[in-house]
């Protein structure tokens, strides 16, 4: 009796062992109750996803909308009151040309703003726990509140550049990434975020938008040159009024076709600069790579030549979407948790103990309330997008307009660790990290400590994380007993 | 030793209260990826330095050879310009070609050299190209230690009552 009654609670022990490696008590009900999610459910940035997950784009699409509207009315407009004048009078071909520009128009719009333009998916709390403590252990642990700076220098090609520690993603950003703030996520070969085409643009769509705006400057062009052929050759026959009077449609498809060519002509030669560069709009506007920053200043990325850095741009080799939206959330890989009221926080169904690493870092953290209101009314104007299609057309070329939906870009780099200094010092009074700030901390969504210690209550679920909590420990204490 | 290793990605799940190594992304050739070759200390003591390499290596040539831009890249990319890259919803990307090839390679490396070390390669695709993860798989030895405990318990249960059957017949 008594070697049973040994075996008992040792057979106890051993079970609750063994459940410890598949899967905790706690955790198989859970997994059992709750369907199986995609990733796009749980996607953290501040993007829009369609069709179960297959179309990507930023929140505020609305810009995009209107974009659509008028290239599909001026197009037409095009196809149905001057095509059959001149499809009878010059040649058929001309609807058929101006057809498939439009499609490829279309076509090439709908794939920037539908694709994932190279979104980094956010780093794990193990990743982001071991990066903390490569930090510390590199520059010393410091003590206090201040944290160290975080940035890390390699050498490409000859040049140095700074890689900079984003603290929404938790990672060292690549070479050439960037943060958007806007879909709050770092994208790879971050060009700019684009409002007319809803989306960021970056390495994977880069080349669908040259050739969208390439394609848009030729047919706004041809409508352009077609429609006042119509008028001219009408003119001649019925008298200038008269043909205003038979197509007024002609004289609204001027208008908007004058209006854009300007701009959209324009941003098509600056991106084919770009392109012939090797650069980005981001990288142009801080003048990473000008000869006026140093003499021995030069951009280390392109080819050498222009043939070259064309051909990698549009024809290089189109990399994986990295982000895997429609694949399922697996419960036991930790997967950052989805924002809810905007926080953008991390947690796991199981291994709270990473969340213990990773909870000093997270308490620092800025937390990112969504604040819809403020931001809407800049993002129309700004960007380097500005002056694309006919809002009164801003010919002036980006490099002169404020980039105020793009990040990274405004701050030169010697203010930034001050900045981050100062931000982290106040009591989570700022909402947006110093990398991703494109404008003066005035601008900045803030909100009272007060409200950020609410949405955090209204977060968490205290009573599954407890208990989800204690049977780990339970799990840790009889593994490390043996 | 077959049966405890016959199913890696159970292992996989069950070693998340394990220790992860992570090798870090190499940026010093430009924004290609690349891994870092340095010999991170705390597998020391798992792996030999030799074969680490190796395995590394050979990720880089492959991740080289998906992001290079060659004649045939740019072929892929023409064509599927001119059909407006409809042409990929019945291929595949040479890119992604090479990404399987790397998913086979990783899960060989863990079969053959990993695994029977105790460590297991994450493929660096599911954690967004940023890092290469070792996982220190520290489960088994508990599997083995529990196994060995269980069957001294049994030997000693059976020990007793044996002895308490001599005793028993004795009185």
Known sequence: ?????????????EYSQISTRSST??????????????????????????????????????????????????SGLFFTFDCPFLSVQLTPAIPVIGGVLFVFVLGTLFRTSFSDPGVLPRATPDEAADLERQIDVANGSSSGYRPPPRTKE??????????????????????????????????????????????????????????????????????????????????????????????PASVLEVVVCFFS????????????????????????????????????????????????NCCAALCGPLPPSLIDRRGFVQSDTPQPTPPTNGITMYGSTQSQSHMAAATPLMQSEPVILTDEASLPGRTSLGGPCSGALPLGGQPTPPTSTPNLSCDNGMLPTRNDHSEAHHHMDGVHHHFLTPEEAPSPPGMLPCGSPLGHSHT??????????????????????????? | MATEFHNLQEL??????????????????????????KFPSELESRI?????????????????????????????????????YLIFLCMETRYEKVLKKIGRYIQEQNEKIYAPRGLLITDPIERGMRVVSFQLLLLLCVCVRERQTKKNKDRDEENNIDRERVNSTHV
């Open chain 1, 261 to 308: 060519v300007w701009s959209i002509v324009g941003l098509s030669g600056f991106h084919t600069y770009l392109i012939s560069s090797n650069q980005t709009t981001n990288e142009d506007i801080k003048g990473s790579w000008s000869s006026k920053r140093g003499k021995d200043n030069y951009n280390p990325y392109s080819h050498g030549n222009i043939f070259t």
């Open chain 2, 48 to 84: 030999e330095r030799p074969l680490f390499e190796d395995t590394v290596k050979r990720l880089n040539i492959y991740y080289a050879e998906a992001e290079k831009m060659g004649g045939q890249s740019y072929l892929e990319g023409c064509l599927a310009c001119a059909t407006a």
């Open chain 1, 25 to 74: 008590p706690m955790e198989t009900p859970y997994k059992k109750r709750t369907p199986k999610k995609r990733k796009w459910q749980a996607f953290p940035g501040r993007n829009k996803f369609y069709c179960n997950g297959r179309i990507m784009m930023a929140r505020q699409t609305g810009v995009f909308y209107l974009t659509l509207v008028l290239i599909l009315i001026t």
């Open chain 2, 12 to 37: 996989r799940h069950s070693a998340s209260l394990a220790n992860k190594v992570f090798l870090q992304r190499d940026y010093s050739d430009g924004t290609t990826c690349r891994f870092q070759t």
């Open chain 1, 1 to 13: 009796m008594l070697q049973l009654g040994v075996a008992e609670p040792m057979r106890e022990c």
């Open chain 1, 456 to 482: 955090i209550q209204g977060f968490y679920n205290p009573a599954s994380q407890d208990s989800l909590h204690e049977d780990s420990v339970r799990g840790l204490v009889k593994l490390s007993s043996v």
């Open chain 1, 154 to 247: 390699v050498v490409i090609n000859g040049q140095t550049v700074k890689l900079k520690y984003c603290f929404t993603c938790k990672i060292f950003r690549p070479p050439r990434a960037s943060h958007c703030s806007l879909c709050d996520n770092c994208v790879e070969r971050f060009d700019h975020h684009c409002p007319w085409v809803g989306n960021c643009v970056g390495k994977r769509n880069y080349r669908f938008f040259y050739m969208f705006i390439l394609s848009l400057s030729f047919l706004t062009i041809f409508i352009f040159a077609f429609v006042i052929t119509h008028v001219i050759l009408r003119s001649h026959r019925q008298g200038f009024l008269n043909t205003l009077k038979d197509t």
